[in-house]
């Protein structure tokens, strides 16, 4: 499986960028398509995951803000509004396998100014 993400860039605060993420090979074998962030000098983090029945898991801190969708070709996309300077990062497409081996993207970096 290999995922490619897109849809990175600098934005202002309080804008929006939508982020996309590609699947290719073996993507029915997907159960949760999702993605994560790493800031400089922090751990990478869970931002938000979809499951293929459409159950959706946000962390705290993007809730109300982002929203995870997936489509039937398994590309999966992640809308970020009302964006804050905090949620600079790399962002990173991550997809689980139903038996539970994981893939990881590219990341696409994001920057927000204040």
């Known amino acids: 499986v290999q995922l490619q993400a897109f849809g990175g860039g600098l934005v202002q605060a309080g804008g929006f960028l939508r982020l996309s993420c590609a699947t290719s090979g073996n993507v029915f074998s997907l159960n949760i398509l999702g993605w994560h962030r790493q800031a400089p000098g922090k751990q990478r983090e869970l931002v938000a995951a979809i499951t293929d029945g459409g159950t959706t898991n946000y962390a705290d801190f993007v809730k109300g803000r982002f929203f995870v969708s997936r489509d039937a070709r398994n590309t999966v996309y992640l809308q970020m509004n009302s964006l804050q300077p905090e949620d600079t990062a790399v962002y990173y497409c991550?997809?689980?396998?139903?038996?539970?081996?994981?893939?990881w993207g590219q990341g696409t970096l994001v920057t927000v100014s204040s």
């Open positions: 991550h997809a689980r396998a139903y038996w539970g081996q994981e893939h």
